[in-house]
């Protein structure tokens, strides 16, 4: 008669001992990586452990060795594609180090206290923050009262002692600045995304000191709530209908790409496509799309994100300070506009 699996007794490390003719503690030590045992005795340990289809109990190891090797990953724009790509290289690099993630999504019905008491029962061993409003109880919990490694991405941190590693939005938003004078753009606007506290962009800031550098004051700046395609497509579309053709702006940057590729939607609606020059930033795939052939603004989020997790579980990083990484202008043809 056949086995009941759901009856099957769990095989534990005493059984694989038995089994082997040693300690427990040394079954336990084989699976721990750097630990003191002969290599022949962990090759029979790991062997016999497979074929009686045991795996070690993680949880029970961190509460043994007060360490979780678990990872808070605070977002709170899923709408954004950008950070769904970011999310994806964070928990591959983790993972492929041997630490596990925790997300915490922040949103009005989930707020950064429910986050909190997640992660501090969970006993998380860093915090990478990639959303943008930067609360100060998370704050005051990673630092003043757990000393916990936190690390915000692909932001500038507006708190002194807090790391930061990110694109350099400064040089870039002057490098679309000139990208569109070039052109001969002089009405000029931008897409901001939603407001945040303790967190900063420079994006907006490069892009407007450049254009005041040489003699073109920004126009007007169009404020949007959520980095989705509908705020941008919204947004856009209000403009167009409030303003006089002969008094719109030529050129838009926009904050992102997902925000640039709503107002090209919005053009398209209103039977105005390529009358508005347009730039985004992230070069998420949708970017390259044939009907965007979106001009963006290229983050190297592999490199961002390995640096981040180094300043999180390297020791001697904890003094790295914070990061400002280059980018790159992709050029396709948004950023030209009929005559």
């Known amino acids: ?81 950008n950070q769904l790509f970011m999310l994806n290289e964070a928990t591959r690099q983790f993972q ?97 995304g ?12 490069g892009f407007r000191d450049r254009l005041q550098e040489r003699g073109t004051p920004l126009a007007c700046v169009l404020e949007t709530s959520h980095y989705r395609r509908e705020e941008g497509l919204r947004t856009l579309s209000r403009y167009l209908a409030s303003t006089p053709r002969e008094q719109r702006i030529e050129a ?3 904050e992102s790409d997902i925000l640039a590729i709503g107002a090209l939607d919005a053009m398209a609606i209103a039977g105005v496509q390529h009358r508005i020059a347009v730039v985004g930033f992230d070069d998420i795939e949708m970017a390259s799309a044939p009907p965007y052939d979106l001009t963006t603004f290229r983050q190297p989020v592999d490199y961002l994100v390995s640096e981040a997790i180094r300043r999180i579980v390297e020791p001697d990083a904890v003094d790295a300070g914070s990061l400002l990484a280059p980018g790159t202008l992709v050029l396709r043809t948004s950023h030209r506009r009929l005559a």
Request: charged fraction near 20%; charge should be neutral; include cysteine.
């Open 252 to 254: 838009l940057f926009c």
């Open 96 to 192: 492929a180090q041997g630490f596990s993630t925790l997300l915490l999504n922040l949103s009005p019905e989930y707020g950064p206290a429910a986050a909190l008491r997640l992660a501090d029962q969970f006993q998380v061993a860093g915090i990478m923050f990639m959303g943008t409003t930067l609360d100060q109880a998370l704050i005051e919990l990673a630092q003043k009262i757990k000393h916990i490694p936190l690390v915000v991405v692909s932001r500038n941190s507006a708190v002194a002692n807090i790391p930061c590693v990110t694109t350099d939005g400064y040089a870039a938003g002057s490098e679309i600045a000139d990208l569109f004078l070039a052109q001969g753009y002089r009405r000029i606007g931008h897409m901001a």
């Open 1 to 81: 008669m056949a086995r009941n699996n759901s009856t099957t007794k769990k095989i534990t490390a005493s059984d694989v001992a038995e089994r082997v003719g040693v300690s427990k503690w040394t079954v336990s030590r084989a699976f721990a990586e750097g630990a003191s045992i002969a290599p022949d005795v962990r090759e029979r340990v790991l062997q016999v452990a497979a074929e009686m289809g045991y795996s070690p109990n993680l949880l029970a190891r961190s509460l043994s060795t007060h360490s979780t090797r678990l990872i808070a990953l605070v977002v709170d724009e899923l709408g954004n594609p």
């Open 194 to 205: 939603p407001p945040s506290e303790r967190t900063e962009l420079r994006r907006l800031d």
